[in-house]
């Protein structure tokens, strides 16, 4: 199967250029991988590059989750971290993404510094 990178799946989401739209459309028809790095960095380009809110975020990723050509990597912690991350849009994707991956692996708690992240089950604040 074919992977693709962050430029690929932002174009997919934001479809601001109708050529390059186009163009990941087709390279993904037959379907497409998509890695867990990859996922994290689309959102943080649709909250810096793109200014759009939790929120359209978690709606984003949620309909990601559900592409008929996509598959995501890790899927079931993908669409853990989105639920916790539409429930605490404050605590940021990417720390939902880790906790969710550490639960999965069976390793917590997740120790960390970050305040709010510690009042999330299965972290120990330091």
Not at 4 to 17: C, G, K
Not at 37 to 51: D, H, K, P
Request: with cysteine; aromatic share 6%.
């Amino acid at each position: 199967m074919r992977a693709i990178d962050t430029n690929l799946l932002v174009r997919l989401l934001v479809r601001d250029d109708p050529r390059q739209t186009a163009v990941a459309e087709d390279f993904i028809a037959t379907g497409a991988w998509v890695s867990t790095i990859v996922l994290v960095e689309t959102v943080w380009v649709l909250e810096s590059v793109y200014a759009r809110s939790p929120r359209q975020i978690a709606a984003a990723l949620e309909r990601l989750l559900a592409h008929a050509h996509l598959v995501v990597a890790d899927a079931e912690v993908a669409a853990a971290a989105a639920a916790r991350f539409r429930a605490k849009p404050a605590l940021g994707f990417s720390d939902c993404m880790v906790l969710e991956t550490a639960r999965k692996a069976g390793n917590l708690p997740l120790g960390t510094f970050d305040r709010k992240l510690a009042t999330l089950p299965g972290t120990y604040r330091l």
